[in-house]
């Protein structure tokens, strides 16, 4: 320590100088550091600008062994003395400032009576090397992973690659790594794998999209991510690296940068100081290199899948001639599609394939295309398939590609079948249209709209045929002349309407080249322009001059029948099922006490009893679509008067279900009819009565003879005296018996004498036989004739009155007894004989009247039952008792024959069983 040393010290400002600083005697170096070592390996004195480097140790009294500066592994270096250094090349690593190592080498010589170590810097040697041996290994690594991904089956790929990313992660400690490439529209970036170790924290993963701020690095070289690397401004770019400080590496080829390599949280100079740039972009080069060519190739790959089944679908493919080859090349789509060999064909071969029609023009337009370059473009079809089928149609194209002897025509044929089978069935249809709109008596027409008017611009070639007129004869002005005068403000009320609503129907007359009107259904709309300006009117005129004829004559008929029904005497109307009135016309208003307008809406069965009602609606039943029409006399209980009797027809009219929807009807007023019909019954009954009164005289003489006898009798007892209580009683019990007889003669006399009923009753027709026995059996018997009655009580109901049927079993009785009576004045031994019996079946009930007085002669059969028809001398037979029993037997539905059997004649009473019975 001298004085001087100090003063140095001083001199550099430095406080307090530490005893080995003192100036070189020898002067400072200008590189390196100069340690002044005494015999021991003390460190005397330092210079040099590389002693500002080193630690700084604190000055003690004796210098401080060289070891002290030196890391503990450089000690062995320098064991023993500086004497025995001499001549070695000495790599010394010495304790720096902060935590840094300074890595010298230097030799010692002799120097005064010390010695002098002279050191230069070696850290850029020693970075260097360990450089250059980091590159060995990457570039091993960067082999290796080459090797693999280049190597691998496409199924282990995606795992390898991952494999690889873990194995680069985990050999330069990256916590997250990942590989980056475009994605599939190549628009942003994709992470593709990426490996994070286990403790890393959680920073991208497989497949994410990233974007784009990616682009915003530059690819020329690695990036480093992070805030004190000057990239705020990328902050889209700090967010994807996690704020964190992050590394980048790029990788590009003729495409541009088509890889990163992202290191997430990696401080990369401090964490793998010796990797070079250009080491990194080897490794990424090494990965992504072969990966993007395995991935380009499957897609490539997928891509040929997909054009190959695209072709096969659609029945197109590829076509080829080399030049100066008369043999075609196809894609194997299209071969199939043709049935001709894929491995390629004679150019015939193929033209062969075509349809005769079209094989010739492509036979001309491919030498064309041979000769001169000329394009090819034609629609073909293929030979064969049957009539019926659609033809197959290929579009065929060409070009000419390459030069010289790379020369070759090249193309496509595509299957367009579909749609050129549509375009001609398009076009047929059109044909079609245009055949029809010509030929059908609808003309099309089109008036361009000119400041206000309309004038005829187009017609459909019907206008001719139609109207004999054409476009010319129909200009300006001219059309008006055409239209009938009556309809000429019709046709301008349609321009205005067409104009002002856009769209119009209207119906007028228009005169034909003959001077003919025809009648014509205008249908027309408007077309506006863009700006809603009206352009032209497209129409339509149809000749409705048939139909509009024909609706007159329709009219006027109606009319016609209107009037008819109107004015008819008879009663019409039309009514639903349920009876309630629709129509009806003034002679049914006037019967029913009101104006034809009251009628609908009117129950036409609030006229009639329940029981006729029933009867109605019944008979309304039976009505059928193939039997539609029923007649019947029915009754009605009309205002003001008692009963009406009208013979009313119905006529059912039924929907397509065979459903009765109305019925029209059509009735008379029989009332006066059925009046003196009535009458004449009530005569024809009298004069029965008439006929009847000689065994009605025997009907009552006979009680009154065995009552006279009683009492003759009785008083006889009286008068001697000898009366005994039971003789009287007994007397008196016949006389009753007698009384009682005479009685119920007189009583059946009464009934029968009284008028029918109204309404029809339901009766068993046996009391109408007991009945006519009760009036006629003794006196017949009286006369000799012999009554044979068979049993005929069975239990069925026929509808009508009883009386009229007892009426007419007398009127039979008595004329067979006529018969009979005026046969056995003939003949006194003749035995006669009235046989009256019955049968029934399921609907009706038949009852039997025959005797054996010879019959009716043949001749007169057919007339008996006319009114007034008899045989008998006048003043005896009135001709009117079977025309009358006639009557009566209709009246209740039922029917009276005649038939001459063996001996005599036999009328036969049919009549229906009531079904309600
Ligand atoms: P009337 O008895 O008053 O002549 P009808 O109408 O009852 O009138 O009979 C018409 C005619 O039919 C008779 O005149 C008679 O000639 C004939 N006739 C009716 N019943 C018989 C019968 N049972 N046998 C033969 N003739 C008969």
Redo the contacts with the bound molecule.
């Keep these: 320590m001298t004085s001087g040393d100090k003063l140095f010290g001083r001199l550099l400002k430095r406080t307090p100088p530490a005893a080995h600083e003192l100036p070189d005697p020898l002067g400072s170096p200008a590189t390196g550091l100069h340690l002044y070592l005494n015999d021991d390996g003390g460190v005397v004195q330092m210079a040099g600008p590389l002693r500002h480097l080193l630690a700084q140790f604190k000055p003690q009294d004796q210098p401080l062994p060289l070891s002290t500066y030196l890391l503990p592994h450089s000690t062995l270096t320098i064991e023993g003395r500086p004497r025995e250094w001499q001549g070695l090349l000495l790599d010394l690593d010495f304790f720096g400032l902060g935590e840094q190592t300074v890595h010298l080498r230097g030799w010692v010589q002799p120097q005064g009576n010390g010695w002098l170590m002279q050191l230069i810097d070696i850290a850029d040697l020693l970075l260097e090397r360990q450089q250059s041996r980091h590159r060995d290994v990457c570039q091993l690594i960067a082999g290796q992973v080459s090797e693999q991904v280049r190597a691998c089956s496409q199924v282990r790929l995606p795992v390898i690659v991952s494999e690889q990313l873990q194995m680069i992660a985990q050999r330069w400690h990256i916590p997250c790594l990942a590989l980056a490439l475009l994605d599939d529209e190549q628009q942003g970036w994709q992470i593709h794998r990426q490996y994070r170790a286990h403790d890393a924290p959680d920073l991208w993963h497989d497949g994410q999209r990233l974007g784009t701020p990616l682009d915003s690095l530059n690819g020329a070289a690695p990036q480093r991510v992070g805030a004190h690397h000057g990239l705020d401004e990328h902050s889209r770019v700090q967010a994807l690296f996690g704020s964190a400080e992050g590394f980048a590496v790029p990788y590009s080829d003729e495409r541009g940068v088509v890889a990163w390599l992202l290191c997430g949280f990696y401080p990369v100079d401090s964490a793998a100081p010796y990797l070079t740039e250009r080491d990194w972009m080897t490794l990424l080069g090494a990965l992504a290199g072969p990966l993007l060519g395995r991935l380009r190739e499957q897609q490539h790959h997928l891509q040929l899948e997909r054009i190959e089944a695209l072709q096969t679908l659609l029945g197109t493919g590829w076509w080829e001639i080399l030049a100066g080859d008369a043999h075609i090349q196809l894609a194997p789509a299209l071969a199939a599609a043709l049935n001709v060999n894929p491995g390629g064909l004679a150019l015939e071969d193929w033209l062969a394939q075509i349809h005769p029609a079209d094989r010739d023009e492509l036979r001309s337009r491919l030498q064309a295309l041979q000769q001169h370059g000329e394009a090819l473009t034609l629609s073909v079809r293929l030979r064969g398939g049957n009539n019926e089928q659609a033809p197959t149609w290929y579009r065929v194209q060409g070009q000419v590609i390459g030069n010289g002897k790379f020369r070759r025509l090249a193309g496509f044929m595509l299957d367009i079948s579909d749609i050129q089978n549509q375009q001609q069935r398009a076009a047929a249809a059109h044909a079609r249209l245009d055949n029809l709109i010509a030929s059908s008596p609808a003309v099309i027409y089109v008036q361009h709209y000119h400041e206000g008017a309309l004038i005829p611009a187009f017609f459909s070639a019907s206008l001719q045929p139609l109207l004999g007129w054409s476009l010319e004869d129909c200009g300006s002005g001219a059309l008006i002349e055409m239209i009938h005068p009556d309809d000429r403000d019709r046709y301008f009320a349609r321009s205005r309407q067409l104009l002002r609503e856009g769209s119009v129907r209207a119906r007028y007359r228009l005169r034909d080249r003959h001077g003919e009107y025809h009648w014509l259904l205008d249908e027309a709309k408007l077309l506006r322009n863009d700006l809603g300006l009206p352009v032209e009117a497209v129409g339509l005129w149809l000749d409705v001059t048939e139909a509009t004829l024909a609706a007159e004559q329709v009219k006027k008929s109606e009319e016609r029948y209107r009037i008819l029904v109107e004015d008819s005497p008879a009663m019409i109307c039309r009514y639903r099922p349920d009876l309630i009135l629709t129509f009806g016309n003034r002679p049914l208003a006037t019967y029913l006490e009101c104006t034809p307008e009251q009628l609908p809406g009117v129950d036409l069965g609030s006229w009639m009893s329940a029981e006729q009602r029933a009867a109605f609606v019944q008979r309304l039943g039976s009505l059928t679509a193939e039997h539609p029409v029923s007649t019947a006399e029915i009754s009605l209980q009309l205002p003001g008067r008692e009963h009406a009797w009208w013979v009313w027809s119905d006529r059912g009219v039924f929907d397509e279900h065979g459903q009765l929807i109305e019925v029209q009807a059509v009735g008379r007023d029989n009332t006066e009819v059925r009046r003196s019909q009535q009458q004449l019954t009530q005569s024809a009954k009298m004069a029965t009565l008439g006929e009847m009164a000689t065994g009605l005289a025997h009907e009552i003489n006979q009680p009154l003879n065995v009552m006279r006898m009683a009492i003759v009798n009785v008083l006889k007892r009286l008068g001697n005296g000898d009366v005994q209580v039971d003789y009287l009683t007994d007397k008196l019990n016949r006389i009753d018996a007698q009384v009682q007889r005479a009685a119920k003669v007189v009583d059946h006399m009464r009934v029968f004498g009284r008028r029918s009923e109204i309404e029809q009753q339901l009766f068993n027709p046996a009391s109408a036989i007991e009945g006519t026995l009760s009036l006629l059996a003794e006196g017949m018997r009286g006369k000799g004739v012999d009554l044979r009655i068979s049993e005929t009580g069975f239990e069925v109901q026929v509808r009508g009155y009883v009386d009229q049927l007892e009426q007419v079993l007398i009127?039979l009785m008595v004329?067979?007894r006529?018969?009979l009576l005026s046969k056995r004045e003939k003949d006194s031994s003749f035995k006669p004989w009235i046989a009256i019996y019955a049968e029934r079946d399921e609907q009706s009930v038949r009852l039997w009247v025959e005797?054996n007085?010879g019959?009716?002669d043949p001749r007169?059969l057919e007339r008996?039952f006319e009114p007034f028809?008899?045989?008998?001398p006048i003043g005896v037979?009135?001709?009117?008792?079977?025309?009358v029993s006639y009557g009566i037997i209709d009246n209740m539905g039922g029917e009276l024959s005649v038939r001459n059997s063996v001996e005599?004649?036999r009328f036969c009473i049919e009549l229906p069983i009531a079904a309600d019975a």
Excluded at 869 to 872: E, I, L, M, P, Y
Excluded at 877 to 883: H, I, N
């Design positions: 009127n004329n067979a006529d018969a005797d007085g019959g009716i007169l008996i028809f008899t045989t008998k037979g009135t001709g009117l008792g079977l025309s005599g004649a």
